[in-house]
């Protein structure tokens, strides 16, 4: 795995932190890089449902 530094604003933090004290998470990191695998699955499910719709053309009136 990779360690990756980047800037995050504080309100964003407190919240993950916050989630992190409630047990939603075991740290921060684990919060980080779930928030970013579940972007990455939204990216995909959208694309596939792009190529899906344009695959499929429009019926002709």
Same mark, same amino acid.
């Not at 504080?10 to 932190?17: D, M, N, S």
């Not at 990191?29 to 990455?40: F, G, H, K, N, T």
């Given at each position: 795995?990779?360690?990756?530094? @980047?800037?995050?604003?504080? %309100?964003?933090?407190?919240?993950?932190? #916050?989630?992190? !004290?409630?047990?939603?998470?075991? /740290?921060? $990191? !684990?919060?980080?890089? $779930?928030?970013?695998?579940?972007? @990455? /699955?939204? %990216?995909?499910?959208?694309?596939? %449902? #792009?190529?899906?719709? $344009?695959?499929?053309?429009?019926?002709?009136?």
């Amino acid at each position: 795995m990779e360690r990756v530094t @980047l800037r995050i604003p504080k %309100q964003q933090i407190e919240e993950v932190e #916050r989630m992190v !004290e409630t047990g939603e998470f075991p /740290n921060r $990191s !684990e919060a980080i890089r $779930s928030a970013v695998r579940d972007m @990455l /699955n939204e %990216q995909v499910t959208d694309k596939r %449902q #792009r190529e899906s719709t $344009s695959k499929r053309g429009w019926a002709k009136v």
